[in-house]
Structure formats: C-alpha cells, structure tokens
C-alpha cells in the first residue's frame, strides 16, 4: 500500500520525552516501512524516520515557542491533502482537523482517535461520521454517537524496556504533573506508606506544581527529575516497586501504564477510563477508589508477580500486534470500501 501518516506536529517523531500521539504514530510509521509498504510521514522536520518524511513545521510547537501553532497546523494538514491522490490511504493521528479536508478528496481517512480533549470537539467526529473510518485506542473510549471501524489498543516496542525481576525501593510517578494525573495522591500515598516517590514528566498546570507537589519535593523521599527521554523512562520504570497512576479523569489508554508492565513493574489505578481494560486487578496490579486503598495496595505488592507483568505487556500490547491490527483495518477499508464496513 501506499501510505501517508499525518502526525501531531505538537513534538517531534520519536518525541524526545513527553509525545504520546507522536510516539504510536512513530511506530506505527516505522512497522509500516518495516512490512514492505510505501510510506509517506508528515511531521515536523526535525523527525526522523525510515518512511519518506513531508516535513511541515521546522520542529514542535510545544518545543518551540516562536511557532504559531495554528499556522503550522494548517499548513501541515494542507500539505497531506494536496498530495492525497498519490496515497491509497491516510492514516490520520492528527485528531479531528484533517477531518475538515476529507470530503475534498477521494482517497479514505482512517481516522486513530487518541481521545477527546473536550466535549465539543465531538461535534467535527460526528460530522464526518459518515465517510469516516474511526479506530478508537480503547473500548472505554468508544463515544456512543460515532461509528468505530475497530478498536486497537496502543502497542510498544518491548525491546526498549528491560524486564527487572526485583525493584529499588521506590514509588514512581510518571506523566503530565496535572491534578487529573493525581500527582498530589502519589505524593500523599507515598507519604503514608514511607516510601520514597520518585516524580517525573511534563509540568503542564504550574500553579499546582508549585502548590501542591513543589512544597513536597525534598531531592531524599521525594524527588521531582523533569521529562526524562526513552532510557532514563526503562530505568525509573524498571527500578520501581510500582507506578502510581491515581487519575481523576476517564483516561484514553494510558501509555505509561503498559510501558510499566513491559518492565514488569505493576500498577496501582483508579478505575477509571480504559484502565480496567488494560490492567488485572490483583495480577499486574490493584484497581483502587481512593488513597487509603492504594495504600494498602502498597503493602500488597508482594503479591504481584512481576514476570506476570511482562508477559501481559508481551501478550497484548506488542508493537507488532498494533501495526498488523492497522494494517488489517487498512486492507477491509480500501476492498470494502465505505460505512458499510464500519463495525
């Protein structure tokens, strides 16, 4: 098949630290080269990758201050379009704007949908609902009012994290430092456990950073390390007795999640969003409802086993069983054609 991929121009691909979106769309780009198809990336030009990359934006917006980030994405998505003729298909992770050219071209969209950052953006999927080829990375993220050709759930590339049979004696903390995160229940969990956090990621809400996490970091319990790239990520994850994942919010999919498990560190979650689809309450990890449950989750931990952690990453979040799920749904869209094929 001939392919282009449009991804977030947000960050680079591979994103150096924070990129959800940018990281599948990296490997999903790279897996598609890998199986012999003909592969067209439009990213920003400080990517890199084995498809034939359209570079757009110079690099990230969120990398880069100076960018005007509607301008960039406009120019982005127009360059994908201009060139539809010459793809049998667009692999769209770019969110809903690509959806607003779609009926200008021949050539199918499908459509990953990585989430939804408000309720109203609900509105463009649903106009395009129609001729749109919706993938939805999670069941709990399926919206009742669209029609998904399928649901992929996010894979990684397992040779990048390095399975540890016995942890350091820390708690880990890793994502946006965000009150939907729970940061600040690591911190009291951690707390009240007496065991050392460990915080990393993007501080995207500053105010409550300097609130309510900042007041707490004291470099010995309790250490803030930043964003942290692709081999500091396996060994704070690696080393850690279990990732705090406390959300408030009904979480897409949740990367970092099975990132941990590949490492073969569980996980202790609210149950929220897709995270009773990715996780086993009591074997990769505790589903809890509160701080007082994920304390005592804590000092459950001796029950998980860690290889089972690993093998469940293995099993149902290889990289390779996502490429090859996109590429099925690719093949019934181009021979079976429109809405009818949709499930």
């Not at 757009?56 to 509607?70: C, H, V």
């Not at 993007?202 to 409550?208: G, L, M, R, S």
């Not at 470099?219 to 959300?247: F, K, N, Q, T």
Request: glycine share 6%.
């Amino acid at each position: 098949m001939k392919i282009g991929v449009i991804a977030s121009i947000a960050h680079r691909l591979p994103p150096r630290g924070y990129g959800p979106w940018e990281q599948i769309a990296s490997t999903l780009t790279e897996g598609f080269v890998a199986r012999g198809h003909e592969v067209t990336l439009f990213a920003s030009a400080d990517s890199e990758t084995s498809a034939r990359l359209h570079p757009t934006a110079p690099t990230g917006y969120e990398e880069d201050s100076r960018l005007d980030a509607k301008l960039w994405e406009a120019l982005h998505n127009a360059a994908v379009f201009e060139r539809a003729s010459e793809f049998d298909l667009i692999a769209n992770h770019f969110d809903f704007m690509p959806l607003t050219y779609s009926r200008l071209v021949s050539t199918p969209v499908v459509t990953t949908i990585h989430g939804f950052s408000s309720p109203q953006i609900v509105a463009a999927y649903r106009a395009y609902d129609d001729i749109a080829h919706y993938v939805a990375i999670s069941d709990a993220n399926r919206h009742p009012d669209l029609h998904y050709t399928a649901t992929i759930h996010h894979g990684i590339d397992l040779s990048r994290f390095t399975f540890v049979p016995t942890p350091d004696d820390y708690l880990l903390f890793l994502g946006r430092i965000h009150p939907d995160k729970g940061t600040h229940l690591a911190v009291e969990v951690a707390r009240r456990c007496g065991v050392p956090l460990v915080i990393a990621g993007i501080v995207q809400d500053e105010a409550y950073f300097r609130e309510a996490v900042a007041p707490h970091v004291n470099g010995r319990d309790m250490s803030y390390v930043g964003p942290v790239g692709p081999e500091e990520r396996d060994r704070l994850l690696g080393g850690a007795r279990a990732l705090l994942h406390l959300i408030s919010f009904a979480e897409p999919f949740g990367l970092s999640v099975v990132e941990a498990l590949a490492t073969g560190t569980p996980v202790i979650a609210t149950p929220l969003g897709s995270m009773p689809e990715i996780l086993r309450d009591g074997v990769t990890g505790w589903l809890v409802a509160d701080a007082d449950q994920a304390v005592a989750a804590v000092s459950r931990l001796h029950l998980i086993d860690r290889s089972a952690c690993r093998a469940e990453a293995v099993s149902r979040f290889d990289a390779e069983r996502m490429v090859d799920a996109h590429l099925t749904v690719f093949e019934r869209v181009l021979t079976q054609g429109g809405p009818e094929s949709r499930a």
